[in-house]
Nanobody
Framework: QLQLVESGGGSVQAGGSLRLSCAAS????????MGWFRQAPGKERERVAA????????YYADSVKGRFTLTQGNAKNTVYLQMNSLKVEDTAMYYC??????????????????WGQGTQVTVSS
């Protein structure tokens, strides 16, 4: 059983930065998709960023391009989401998600079948 352990999040003023981390443990195949989704109250869940741990391509939502960066850590199956120039509209619960091995491109949202417990990000004006 794969488990995702998240850390980071918190409260920050607009224009500030936060970093989220996610580590996958338990059974994993060699490579998979890992990423972050977010959901604000009254809104649909949105994929923020995702990557394939065996490659270099990263997929970003248009709303975060140029501000957020998803990278892999030195530890296997660990990813970091660096969030800069945060906006009030980035306020949401952020969830780490994974699929090992992937069915399709990591941009295909419906394939993610493992989820973290969520971490709150609050951006104030």
């Amino acid at each position: 059983q794969l488990q995702l352990v998240e850390s980071g999040g918190g409260s920050v003023q607009a224009g500030g930065s936060l970093r989220l981390s996610c580590a996958a443990s338990g059974y994993t195949s060699s490579y998979g998709c890992m990423g972050w989704f977010r959901q604000a109250p009254g809104k649909e869940r949105e994929r923020v960023a995702a990557l394939y741990t065996g490659g270099t391509r990263t997929y970003y939502a248009d709303s975060v391009k140029g501000r957020f960066t998803l990278t892999q850590g030195n530890a296997k199956n660990t990813v970091y989401l660096q969030m800069n120039s945060l906006k009030v509209e980035d306020t949401a619960m952020y969830y780490c998600a994974a699929r090992f091995p992937p069915i399709k491109s990591c941009s295909w949202d419906d394939q993610y079948n493992y989820w973290g417990q969520g971490t709150q990000v609050t951006v104030s004006s």
